[in-house]
């Protein structure tokens, strides 16, 4: 197993609604590393979902816990099925995102949420996430949605090409 190719805009996979996960099995465990390791690969990756990497399934990895934002976190998630339950107050931050490489821009997005998913085995569980996590996280359920964080982005003047190093 190794990190794969992210898939970037403008390729149509990426605009599909993903497929709800049903079978938990040793392949999905295996796409959930594959994930994982696609996105270390990645520059600043702390999210990415299935869809990134040509998978049709609602399957999203997020780990927070090595970012440069301190921010209070879970750690790594992988999450099948994710759905807010609810969301309250709005901040507007910037985003980037591996399939919208070079680009940055600011996004309104809920400051504290509450997500319903089944993990990698199958079991049911409840976060609330606040900050910069809860951003990641809504983030990445966009990607199974076929949305990229440039269809919220505020305005046109809000969306700039990422200055490299």
Partial sequence: MSAQTILTNPDARLRIVSDVVSVFDEPLMLQFLVLQQSMQAGPG?????????GD???MIVVDCSQSLRPCKNHGLLFMTNPRIESASGERLGREGCLSVP???GMVPRA????????????????????GFEARVIQH?????????FIDRVV???????????
């Fill in 155 to 165: 305005s046109s003047k809000g969306l700039v090409r990422r200055m490299h190093a």
């Fill in 45 to 53: 990756g702390v999210g990415i979902a299935a869809p990134q990497l």
């Fill in 140 to 148: 990445e359920i966009d990607h199974l949605d076929g949305i990229l």
């Fill in 102 to 104: 070079d680009w940055v």
């Fill in 56 to 58: 049709n399934r609602r």
């Fill in 111 to 130: 400051a504290e949420i509450s997500v319903c998913f089944e993990d990698e085995a199958g079991h049911s569980q409840q976060i609330s996430a606040v």
